[in-house]
């Protein structure tokens, strides 16, 4: 039974440096339909720009600050659950936003489906590249939306998974601000903040033991990926800090084998570690630990993801001298981007 005495929902947004795109993003918040009552905490990390100026201007109430050293988007999420007092709790980035019906899907969504402790939407990309969607089951046909559901059908409704592992391994249909969750069960669990690459994919993996997913066959969020144009070395200095930081998959997933020990038996399981372990081996192997890279690859790489890099991981994993070139050609491409 839905509770009405309380708030309905919490926006919790990291800020750093966002001064370019922030106002876009609230405005995106204030534009909502439905008439659904919200909060937005506003976590700032350490911010050098006029970003929390700019919050303030605003002069609403629901818009609360805090403020924080710079320790990376993980614990200012923490932070503002911490805080929140809504029903449900949902997180955007500041250079991204949502159309005007996500509170109105997401909200009516778990209000009508209890078993569900989340529910995701389409995600719409915006890069130099061009336009594209995820997840990658998701395609339109006459300006309808369709997504595949757990027997490979489409459907223009909602649905409801309940395999998450096996769906979320081939269509990696979870975003970090498309995601709409139950706030008692969201504070029962925190985003690891040593992490500092696939953070979010920890959470999901872990949030899952506690229910069902659904997914809205919707585009609601839009990440513009055009919004800040990068240059070689920006991109690197980002980059180098998400390679380095990245861990082992058995450091990486031990909150959830703790929580499902049973899941190392789970084949669904073992396919979204593979989807999981191909970010992470791409990033050890950038950042020098290439034993490491390699020993991940030849134990997790028959469930990596059949994309380009994963299946040259797989046919170079078997000897050194492979790998070697791999890494050689890997590091080449990205120091080479721009």
Request: net charge neutral.
């Amino acid at each position: 039974m839905t509770d009405k005495s309380m708030m309905d929902i919490s926006v919790i947004i990291p800020v750093y440096n966002a001064a370019a795109l922030i106002r876009r993003c609230l405005d995106s918040v204030l534009a909502q339909k439905g008439g659904y009552s919200y909060e937005v905490l506003l976590v700032d990390d350490g911010s050098t720009d006029n970003s929390v100026e700019i919050i303030e201007s605003y002069q609403i109430p629901s818009f609360r600050v805090f403020r924080q050293k710079n320790a990376g988007p993980a614990k200012a999420r923490n932070r503002g659950m911490a805080e929140a007092k809504g029903r449900y709790v949902t997180f955007i980035d500041a250079d991204d936003y949502w159309e005007d019906t996500f509170f109105e899907e997401t909200i009516g969504f778990l209000d009508n489906n209890p078993t569900c402790v989340a529910v995701s939407v389409v995600c719409k990309n915006n890069a130099v590249s061009g336009i594209s969607f995820n997840p990658n089951c998701y395609s339109e046909s006459n300006g309808i939306g369709f997504v595949k559901d757990e027997t490979g059908a489409t459907t223009h409704s909602p649905i409801v998974i309940n395999d998450f592992y096996t769906y979320w391994a081939y269509y990696c249909h979870v975003g970090t601000c498309s995601t709409t969750i139950r706030a008692d069960v969201a504070k029962q669990i925190s985003m690891r903040e040593d992490l500092r690459v696939s953070e979010d994919y920890e959470y999901w993996l872990l949030l899952a033991s506690f229910g069902h997913w659904g997914l809205i066959p919707e585009p609601l969020y839009v990440s513009d990926g055009t919004g800040i144009l990068v240059n070689q070395d920006t991109w690197i200095g980002k980059m180098k800090r998400r390679w380095e930081n990245a861990p082992a998959i058995a450091d990486w997933e031990r909150r959830i084998v703790e929580r499902n020990p049973e899941l190392r038996d789970s084949e669904s399981y073992c396919y979204a570690i593979g989807r999981v372990s191909r970010n992470l081996t791409y990033c050890q192997l950038l950042s020098g630990r290439t034993k490491l890279a390699r020993s991940e690859a030849k134990k997790y790489g028959k469930y990596f993801t059949k994309d380009a890099i994963g299946q040259l991981m797989n046919i170079c994993k078997h000897t050194a001298l492979t790998w070697w070139l791999l890494c050689r050609f890997l590091k080449y491409r990205e120091y080479h981007r721009f």
